[in-house]
């Protein structure tokens, strides 16, 4: 049994390996063929890091709508100026697409201010908390038109690569909050640059991009109304996520010895 992210080269070669426990959500860099062993199972954290990266996407999205980052690069150069409309979370709607920890979370801070959430998922028929009403992703390009704001915390899967392509950038409001927690894979982000620089998008927070990191000359890093943060909305950098990824393995450890079911089981 290993508890962690050991490197693919290593793992491959644990050969007597019946069960990893990953301290991340993510487990993709385990599920190519011939990385584990054959009946190898295996679990991730998922679950733990839901308050810190949707405190993080929160807090992005409010510095958008409220004009933070333009305020602060005005202060660098010493001008005091209003830089007019902003933007409020009290009746908007605020679609999550995804809506496992990441998105549920999100959506409940949403409410807090009053937005109406709407969640996008495969399957509709399961709710999730903060989720005002839910939808089967097929609906995506229906309700795209009526966001304020798309909050994306999708895994990388082959249906959710460049899942935000020109065409459904393009179908979203004029002035809408596009936001990425989850796979920078999920926005094709030279589309996403070139859209912001036609003035489409009230603005654009990404913790996550693809590549990552973004070239030195990407044209994204020179849009002044996105957000770019370097994939630190989870991590280790709240003691409450180190504490909850402990939790888990505990958990499953105690229920990989009783011969029970594993929580967050991926294979």
Known sequence: V?????????????????????????VNAYTAPGILPEGC???????????????HMFAMLLSLMKRLPAYRDQQFGGTWQDLGPARTLHNARVHCVGTGDLGSTFAKYCQALGAHTIGLRRD??????????????????ELLPLADVVALNVPEEPDTI??????????????????????????????????????????AALDVTAPEPLSA????????????????????????TLTRIVEI??????????GETLRNRMR
């Not at 199972?41 to 405190?55: F, K, P, Q, T």
């Not at 990407?218 to 003691?239: E, V």
């Open 2 to 26: 290993i508890i962690g992210n050991p490197p693919r080269e290593l793992i491959s070669r644990a050969k007597a390996l019946r069960w990893l426990q990953t301290s991340s959500a993510g």
């Open 41 to 55: 199972l295996l679990s991730s954290a998922s679950g733990a890091y839901g308050i810190s990266v949707a405190e």
């Open 124 to 141: 509709a028929s399961k709710a999730a908390e903060g989720i005002a009403e839910m939808h089967s992703m097929s609906r995506l390009d």
């Open 162 to 203: 460049n899942l935000f392509n020109r065409s459904r950038l393009e179908r979203m409001k004029p002035d809408a909050i596009l936001l990425n927690g989850g796979r920078g894979t999920a926005i094709d982000c030279e589309a996403l640059a070139d859209v912001l620089a036609t003035g489409h998008l009230w603005g």
């Open 217 to 240: 000359d990407h044209k994204l890093w020179q849009q002044s109304r996105a957000i770019i943060t370097p994939h630190s909305a989870g991590g280790d950098h709240l003691d409450l």
């Open 249 to 258: 393995a505990l958990d499953n450890l105690g229920r990989y010895l009783a």
